[in-house]
């Protein structure tokens, strides 16, 4: 059936057509890193490529300017690609070589592939979409343009306005080093800033007189470090001073913030444990009379998944297989990884669940097992939220050596190359062939809101970010 | 004038003549040592002595078992003189030895003297009573049975009920190596337990649904070390944990207590640093999810110096000198000496102010220099309570080798001894001689009075226990 | 095959024909309860027991005074059955009776139901000898007198001593509210005493010279709670203050004392971790300007489980199944639960991994299934060193009505019931007919072995407990 | 005697004749207000007009590039006036009015009176010389262009390297509300950095494999803040985090760092006190398994009083008086006090130790009164080592409303007001007609001498800096 629109042979062909624009859009983003909430340039160049695609934009979702959504198809069902594009700060480095090496000191740089993530998963929808018309097949295809995602929780603010909610469902992936089904367990958080004030007061001379925010900031932390002992062993706390109220030594400190990081498996647990920090903060004000504060900074579900679509896609996976790298892309992954430690590749074969022997690989040249259980992480995303609202299936694709640790110069460095390019496509092929799969089995798409209604145990879902709180582009500050 | 009833030395022959009565009425206290509150024994040997010499007789003062005043004398003004009796936990000791040599294992002894203070001061007020009575004066004289003084407050206690409201002036003395003035500026202070509640869990298996209420007795003293920057330096607070919730590891502690001692200069500072330590338990009780709760167990007001009768005090004193010690008491005084270090003998000396060179003396054969500047120290006395309300004045009397410590087997050992018989008979003339002196000079008395008014600026006294609080013997423990 | 020695049903006769015996010893226990180390009348009773029996008795074992092992049969396997008859403090309470009543005030009572475990651990022993004497084969039996297992870890002394090391097998129980293979995946631990020494200072008058231990304690444990965000999650550290210093505020703490309870899933990372915490110790006596000491009081390796076994025993118990229990046994257990709250009895049932239905069953009818995955618990216990040298098995023996919680007086009313000793006596069924197994069946035994050194991975066992730590009854005290 | 040259009526003829150059001096310091060690302009400026009255000007001393000394006279005596020019950061403030208006947002500014300090002690310097010349007396008169004050310790450094080893006597003054000697008992202090390293790691995925700098930091500051129950009272210490190890909770901190500030009576405590604190340290290191280093910034002796200069300084400003007011300096004083709180006023006026009456003064018109007692305060100041090694005095003159509080932008504003001028030009004839009384009276010199012997007990100064510690301007920072 060498003509089914939807057959894989055919989407690969569909996918490797536009693959050379998506990889120079990738390029292009990669070349202008612009920081959480900031992405407005590249979230131009985004649109430009989906209206010239004849997708419909809507901006300022949920009005954060640089969340967007571009849809394109008729009638049916209506399945989601996540993309992000925001970049990392202090993370500048040149492209293509095998040291360190900033474009800019200080500069950003794409230490996290969300250059690619992006156009990849534009590739994807957009091939998606030619599909279905090929095939004159019904459904809408979406493409979500997810802003700050680095310690923003674009998506989750984006969950909260409703964004995600008439979705059947959502795909989306990750550049790394594996070509694999990303079927994660992984926390909730809360990201909140406490700020205390007390009273300046020389410190030698009249320190009876002064009312120490800092002492209130260690005082909180003590106690949270004392709260450990009692806590599920699951859940995680982890804090930052992010004022530690001057320099001086001489004078006692009238103004500090400590930001925290509440982590649980479960949104609630984590809502429970912030509780109980919220306390610490307030027995810390009562013991160094001073007055606190907080302010809810951004907040996560945890992911919840979803087998159902995870064997879809992995079954789109083993059939389509790893990009077919060349001598060049086994040289540069090779360079890459002579800077890297035996111990830091295979600590980060070990993040991924992947045989330790793989450690040995410079590319993925094959595609991990899945047998349906979850690998369990202790770190959090914002896609959490919307796999709590629609099903939603993610994949890993091997757009990096193996051993690449993120946020990391090496990444940055191989995100312009061939092997990242040839990465992205693959994994647009996957996510592409899972949605058709969606578009075409109604059953599939029936049980996956199924699988998602079972494990929310008919709980509707409730955005962790209470909605007092704007997103951060929106916020005032003092 | 030799037959002046109230010449110095015809009070010496009225003291003399006396002094052994009363050596063996200590010696007979020192030989069965109750601890505070519970010195019944040596309150009925003492209300028997009263009532032979004619004194009427008030049992049960302030509701406190064993505190009672006894009075003489009519009309005139009234002065009072403060003995106390109350022995201290472990420190039986054989009299007339120098080594250690307990009578029983564990047992009490007189480590503070308090036979010696409370034999002396009866001596003294049965000796004014005698030369007012030869006189044909009026004035009453009474000797105040106060209970307690070891960590019990027990004139505190007896002030809160008025017991000395219509003295005219308070006279007493300690026993210690020194014949001195005893002007001191002290510490007020408060001592209050702290409870917690917490819940118990097994501390490996579910810590999580465990509230620890030692966590919270340690993160309050965490809170409390951090407000020590914040306190004016001459105050004090410590603490001894009295119970840290069973010494099984294995369990969250459910319940804990710690017990504080908050001092300042002035009672209203100390109030006010309670206030701040209280906030340090609230704060730990609210970071661990524990309940919690305060006892006041007993306050004292620091001492307010009377310069006026300091002033006639220490004239009596250089008047009637120093004790005469034979060579027996001289030999006796060195082999307790020989127990000592010469830092120990040079700490004491210093804590009375004296000069360094009297390190070198045995028995301590002059009177201290008076220039009616007091001596600060950090701790506290019932008497500051007394000193509030009435004007009062202490005297040093030499009754130990130079360089005892207070509290040690040392002084128990000397506390029957014939220097100490010595001592407390010279300590009961200077006593005397004194109140005689207010006795006759209305004027004296009402300067006292004035400089009490003018160093309490007016204000009426108000006792730092509050009405709720009852004395020690007369509280329900739950 | 009715007259095989070792089927079932005749070894069930055996068993029943002396369960009346082993059921008076364990009244005769319960009767006398002694605590860790000090089991001089509950040994001398067991010893008389197995040496009319036959059995040769070695007394002293690793020269521990409570410590024995007997020993019956001749040539083939060796197979131990691990006894305990050590009882708790302050659980005196009446038998047969609902209501909390203790039979002593602050007496011991036998809380963990150790006079059955050891009772019904010699009568498998017995049992197991006896069918082996008519089968006429060979293999020896022995007979495990382990002393101090509530936090004395009897049993890592004696492997310490090589008590162990020449067993083919080892096989205990203990009773609870279940029928079932006690398959755990625990903690290894270390009970650690930590000792500070400072220097007493008047606390108000010369703070500046006293070195506080009592600070170098709460130190030491603020600097462990901080530790705990750097640990293994699975990892648990615990402490309990044994020494405060004293109750007086007054004076600076001169020593302290704290003992710790530091568990981790295997031995080496407890041992690990014991490092990082005699560091905060050892911090903590720099910070205070103390001097530190730490004495190992005891420590257990993690549990091995042996699947092999297990399986065995599992078989065995489906074979022979739950005791049968009468009408006046469940009434009994009825009372009992009416004294529990549901929530105490679904934490129980939830402890022994069961179906949260079985919280409505009074006494446990049936059999717990077993798939070979161990319930993963916190706790430790000293079979865990048993299970490092030997293959070894556990069971669950159902003395209790459901929901009965351990080291309580309801677990100690029913020690003497008619329903615990049915529960005994059934448990002493299933374990000598696994003991019987391994004695005709070398195949399992050798598979038992393999599966135990392929656990350890061919590593020799290392006693936790260093050579130079004396087992507590031999312990000289300062 | 009209024509005395050293009368003081003539010797305030010389002052007044050239204190309006020196005003424009101050004035265009003022202008150009420069941080600690980079008072380039300000060094260049001073120099040219020292030059220009024919000083012979040594530049670099004690290698730092903004210390300097000029020297005028021959023979005789050689006594140093000791100048001060450096400014604070933030303190940008338009000057000659009363409300804050920052000239440039973030800017310096001279919050400490000190281009007057330096152009005072410049114009004393000049008169005493120009005086000196005319009598024909021998004598050597000398500036120290003294940088760094301002945290910097600049004087210490210099004394290290023995700059004022050969005076016979050190005079200056500071900018204040109020004429008077300046007699202090201050605090000897260090000012330490401490920093940490430890090993970064992702905080919710491998805790366990991070060691938190911060951790140490805060670990350190518990230990301290135990510490200060068993310090001194008198003595002082308190810190800043001066590098908390980033803003992201989500990344175990690598490194950190404190700045300490420790304080005591005598140089000597606060050596032995950094010891202590350096333990806690230490201590901190040990337990969060982190290395730890430190590193000495600065530190100060404690001020030695010199009450035979103090006297003659004393009687100088008597004879010579307040300088005159006008109205218009009255009513801008004025203005300016109408934006302080009576609160602060009050505090002020307390920290001089004067009449709390004077607090209504607008400005002061009278001379404080001095008995030879020096005011205790708990600061330090790097006049401190100068007055360890030479005797030295200083002065207290009137440029600022009476209440205005030092480092602010009250002060900053009056710095080139006219009564500014007129406070500095008064200060400077007090000091040159102290110098004069030196030069003048070789007696005043012995004795002033032979009291700094006697209160140095017969030791030579060490510098508490040691040498291998760089002035800052000298220093590599990695």
Not at 21 to 41: C, K, N, Q, T, V
Not at 299 to 311: G, K
Not at 315 to 323: I, M, T, V, Y
């Amino acid at each position: 059936m060498k003509n089914d629109p939807i057959a894989l042979d055919h989407l690969d062909g569909l996918v490797e057509a536009k693959a050379p624009a998506y990889a120079a859009l990738s390029d292009l983003i990669w070349g202008m890193p612009e920081l959480r909430f900031a992405e407005h340039r590249s979230v131009e160049a985004q649109i430009a490529q989906l209206e010239a695609e004849g997708f419909r934009v809507t901006r300022n979702v949920a009005g954060i300017p640089t969340a967007f959504v571009a849809e394109a198809g008729e009638g049916g069902p209506v399945i989601g690609f996540l993309g992000e594009f925001d970049a990392l700060a202090g993370l500048s480095q040149e492209a293509g070589v095998a040291e360190k090496r900033p474009l800019e000191a200080g500069g950003n740089g794409h230490g996290c592939g969300h250059n690619l993530l992006g156009a990849g998963a534009m590739l994807a929808a957009v091939s998606a979409r030619d599909a279905l018309r090929e095939a004159g097949m019904p459904g809408r295809v979406r493409y979500y343009g997810c802003p700050g995602e680095e310690g923003g929780s674009g998506k989750t603010f984006m969950a909260r306005e409703g964004a995600f909610d008439d979705l059947d469902a959502a795909v989306t992936w990750h550049p790394g080093a594996f070509n694999a089904v990303m079927s994660v367990r992984n926390l909730a958080n809360y990201q909140v800033y406490f700020r205390f004030k007390g009273k300046a007061a020389h410190a030698a001379g009249s320190p009876h007189l002064g009312r120490s925010a800092l002492d209130a900031v260690e005082l909180m932390n003590v106690g949270v470090n004392y709260l450990r002992e009692h806590m599920p062993q699951e859940a995680r706390v982890h804090y930052a001073i992010t004022n530690s109220g001057g320099v001086s030594p001489n004078v006692v400190q009238a103004e500090a913030e400590v930001l925290y990081l509440v982590r649980a498996p479960r949104v609630a647990e984590a809502r429970a444990l912030l509780e109980r920090v919220k306390d610490c903060a307030k027995g810390a004000a009562i013991m160094t009379g001073t007055s606190w504060s907080f302010e809810i900074d951004k907040a996560c579900s945890e992911l919840l998944q979803n087998r159902t679509l995870e064997t879809a896609l992995h079954g789109n996976f083993q059939a389509l297989g790893a990009p077919a790298y060349d001598e060049a892309d086994r040289r540069f992954a090779g360079e890459i990884r002579a800077s890297l430690s035996a111990e830091d590749i295979a600590s980060e074969v070990a993040s991924f669940g992947a045989d330790p022997a793989l450690a040995e690989a410079g590319l993925h040249d094959g595609v991990l097992p899945f047998d349906g259980t979850p690998l369990v992480q202790a770190g959090s995303t914002d896609v959490g939220d919307v796999s709590q609202i629609v099903p939603t299936v993610q994949a890993w694709g091997a757009c990096w050596a193996v051993g690449t640790p993120f946020h990391t110069w090496q990444a940055v460095a191989q995100g312009r190359s061939a092997h990242a390019h040839k990465g992205m496509a693959q994994a647009a092929k996957v996510m592409a062939a899972t949605a058709l799969d969606g578009f075409r089995d109604p059953e599939l798409l029936a049980r996956a809101k199924a699988e998602l209604a079972q494990r929310r145990g008919g709980a509707a879902y409730a955005c962790p970010i209470p909605p007092e709180v704007a997103a951060p582009p929106l916020r005032k500050r003092g």
